[in-house]
């Protein structure tokens, strides 16, 4: 009898042990980071406007927010703002300021706001 117990001892003690090892394998994938989506307003030079919000790619953090001072960014040619806080992806460059297009980027009004007039805005 007690080399029965023994051995369902044995058998608890090793069933702990892999639950341990089985929680600290998985431990990593508890982790809340991961690919986010970033988004920023294309501006149209044309229009002198600036697009709604749409994706521009993809960055690597626990948790992205929209609360930091609007910023220019420079992709495949086109110029982007955003307020969406760092990272920023990596295929987009941070364009200066008092550059003349991120100046004409930051001081342009939403496309949206421009097609509004008080008859299309009524039902």
């Given at each position: 009898?007690?080399?029965?117990?023994?051995?369902?001892?044995?058998?608890?003690?090793?069933?702990?042990?892999?639950?341990?090892?089985?929680?600290?394998?998985?431990?990593?994938?508890?982790?809340?980071?991961?690919?986010?989506?970033?988004?920023?307003?294309?501006?149209?030079p044309?229009?002198?406007?600036?697009?709604?919000?749409?994706?521009?790619?993809?960055?690597?953090?626990e948790?992205?927010?929209?609360?930091?001072?609007?910023?220019?960014?420079?992709?495949?040619?086109?110029?982007?703002?955003?307020?969406?806080c760092?990272?920023?992806?990596?295929?987009?460059?941070?364009?200066?300021?008092?550059?003349?297009?991120?100046?004409?980027?930051?001081?342009?009004?939403?496309?949206?706001?421009?097609?509004?007039?008080?008859?299309?805005?009524?039902?």
């Amino acid at each position: 009898m007690s080399k029965r117990i023994n051995e369902q001892g044995r058998s608890l003690h090793m069933f702990a042990a892999l639950l341990g090892a089985a929680a600290l394998a998985l431990a990593p994938g508890c982790d809340e980071s991961g690919p986010r989506v970033y988004t920023a307003e294309r501006y149209s030079p044309d229009d002198g406007c600036r697009e709604t919000y749409a994706p521009i790619g993809l960055v690597e953090a626990e948790a992205v927010s929209s609360q930091c001072p609007p910023l220019c960014l420079g992709l495949g040619g086109d110029v982007y703002v955003s307020s969406v806080c760092p990272p920023y992806p990596a295929e987009a460059s941070i364009e200066p300021d008092d550059s003349e297009a991120c100046a004409a980027a930051l001081a342009a009004p939403s496309c949206d706001d421009l097609g509004e007039t008080p008859d299309a805005a009524a039902p």
